[in-house]
């Protein structure tokens, strides 16, 4: 076997024309959406095959690296929003533009996760320069509805509706959408029959089915009657009748009216109230309740309730939106008066569970001239069951009736509540509950409670 012998020239020549490939290739490599195993593959070659075997690998790898790159950084978001890292992703799509700015598929990406992270106007941005160049996007054109929906410009949403419902006319997503945002505009009609369209041809559609329930609570009117029976292992039995009359006047303004008769710890009471609330700007309201009693010792004379609160919307797969408010009432009862500070939250998540967080301080004054703060607190699940039936868990500790023979500061109390809501109209539902409350002492209280609703 003969070796071949290279001058010295010839050796250095060809090991700097290795070197200066191999450089050449990590400059390529690094920072690339190349696979892993085509930059190995690549710097393999250029080290034993030459420059020939190298440039055709090279040429290889540059005519598959941009499919490779789209993939990729595609594949980098889907995971990154699988995992509900929505920050992550943005960054994985800002790059991307960074390095080719005219991806339109990537300013749609953006547009959904800005919308996700509540930046309406930029993802309104990203849509409409898409929509600019592409303007037949379903998908797009859906994702600006939403953005538009999100700033209470519903007018403009449903334009961009009626557009993409040309397009795709029997798209049970699209008409839906259409007719919550009818509804929001107030035109109840149309929506009710929009969606009652999407049931003919998708009977089983839970959006349209809700929706269409939903339209039971934008009617003008509502009455609810309501029974509520107690049972007292160291007393009587009480009994208390809620006749409630609600009236929507439009978006803004609220009334009711509500009558109580009561039979508890053997006396008789009647109670009067009346509420309204007013909703202004973007998700606010103020309510102001007042209410009075013939004299007794079981329910207080005289009540004063004041409520602000706030509507959050989200972009989380956990939270769709929030409503917190606080409240201040104060309560009359012969002998003693009731001072109590509450705040509510209720957290609207997906597939139409709420969960309802409450806190409140209680401080009772008596006559004698004592006084002290107690707190108490509850929670409640609400949940679907079937078509029509729906649920819901409480638990409350602390919770108390404010009656002057039945004093929260005097009390404490740990109370379990079941509950069930059944619709039995589009404009009619009944409603139970199954309560037990152990006290102190040794006290116990068991309570049924029915309820009727109409809205009109």
């Given at each position: 076997m003969f070796k071949v012998l290279l001058s010295p020239r010839e050796l250095c020549s060809r090991v700097a024309c290795a070197w200066l490939n191999l450089k050449f290739v990590q400059s390529l490599t690094e920072g690339s959406a190349l696979h892993l195993s085509s930059k190995f593959l690549l710097r393999r070659v250029v080290l034993r095959r030459g420059l020939a075997a190298t440039s055709l690998v090279m040429l290889a790898c540059l005519l598959a690296s941009p499919?490779?790159?789209?993939?990729?950084?595609?594949?980098?978001?889907?995971?990154?929003?699988?995992?509900?890292?929505?920050?992550?992703?943005?960054?994985?799509?800002?790059?991307?533009?960074?390095?080719?700015?005219?991806?339109?598929?990537?300013?749609?990406?953006?547009?959904?996760?800005?919308?996700?992270?509540?930046?309406w106007q930029e993802a309104e941005g990203d849509y409409r320069q898409v929509l600019g160049k592409f303007p037949g996007d379903v998908d797009v054109l859906t994702g600006l509805a939403d953005v538009l929906v999100w700033q209470q410009r519903y007018s403009e949403a449903l334009a961009v509706l009626e557009e993409a419902r040309s397009l795709a006319p029997r798209n049970p997503e699209i008409l839906v959408q259409r007719a919550r945002?009818?509804?929001?505009?107030?035109?109840?009609?149309?929506?009710?029959?929009?969606?009652?369209?999407?049931?003919?041809?998708?009977?089983?559609?839970?959006?349209?089915?809700?929706?269409?329930?939903?339209?039971?609570?934008?009617?003008?009117?509502?009455?609810?009657?309501?029974?509520?029976?107690?049972?007292?292992?160291?007393?009587?039995?009480?009994?208390?009748?809620?006749?409630?009359?609600?009236?929507h006047w439009n978006e803004k303004w609220t009334s009711a009216f509500g009558v109580s008769p009561y039979y508890l710890f053997g006396e008789n009471a009647v109670k009067v109230w009346a509420e309204a609330a007013y909703?202004?700007?973007?998700?606010?309201?103020?309510?102001?309740?007042?209410?009075?009693?013939?004299?007794?010792?079981?329910?207080?004379?005289?009540?004063v309730l004041i409520e602000y609160g706030h509507g959050f919307r989200f972009s989380s797969p956990w939270i769709n939106g929030l409503e917190s408010s606080i409240q201040e009432h104060s309560l009359w009862y012969r002998g003693a008066q009731v001072l109590t500070l509450?705040?509510?939250?209720?957290?609207?998540?997906?597939?139409?569970?709420?969960?309802?967080?409450?806190?409140?301080?209680?401080?009772?004054?008596?006559?004698?001239?004592?006084?002290?703060?107690?707190?108490?607190?509850?929670?409640?699940?609400?949940?679907?069951?079937?078509?029509?039936?729906?649920?819901?868990?409480?638990?409350?500790?602390?919770?108390?009736?404010?009656?002057?023979?039945?004093?929260?500061?005097?009390?404490?109390?740990?109370?379990?509540?079941?509950?069930?809501?059944?619709?039995?109209?589009?404009?009619?539902?009944?409603?139970?509950?199954?309560?037990?409350?152990?006290?102190?002492?040794?006290?116990?209280?068991?309570?049924?409670?029915?309820?009727?609703?109409?809205?009109?």
């Open positions: 499919l490779v790159a789209d993939d990729d950084w595609q594949q980098q978001v889907r995971i990154a929003v699988e995992r509900h890292e929505v920050a992550a992703a943005l960054v994985v799509v800002n790059h991307r533009l960074a390095e080719a700015p005219d991806d339109m598929e990537a300013h749609a990406w953006r547009g959904r996760l800005l919308a996700w992270s509540g930046h945002v009818l509804s929001l505009l107030q035109r109840n009609s149309e929506a009710r029959a929009q969606f009652q369209a999407v049931l003919v041809y998708d009977p089983t559609n839970s959006a349209a089915i809700n929706g269409l329930a939903s339209l039971t609570g934008a009617s003008k009117y509502e009455l609810h009657i309501s029974d509520e029976t107690d049972f007292f292992n160291y007393t009587q039995n009480a009994q208390v009748e809620t006749v409630t009359l609600t009236a909703r202004f700007h973007q998700n606010n309201w103020v309510r102001v309740l007042g209410a009075g009693a013939n004299p007794q010792d079981v329910v207080p004379e005289g009540e509450n705040t509510n939250q209720i957290a609207y998540m997906p597939r139409e569970w709420t969960l309802t967080l409450s806190v409140t301080g209680s401080r009772t004054r008596f006559t004698d001239g004592e006084s002290d703060w107690v707190p108490s607190g509850s929670t409640k699940l609400g949940f679907p069951l079937v078509r029509k039936l729906s649920g819901s868990l409480s638990f409350a500790v602390g919770a108390e009736n404010f009656a002057q023979v039945d004093q929260i500061g005097r009390l404490s109390a740990r109370t379990y509540v079941g509950g069930l809501r059944y619709r039995l109209a589009e404009s009619q539902d009944i409603s139970g509950f199954v309560a037990r409350q152990d006290r102190e002492h040794g006290q116990e209280q068991t309570s049924l409670g029915l309820s009727y609703g109409l809205r009109f």
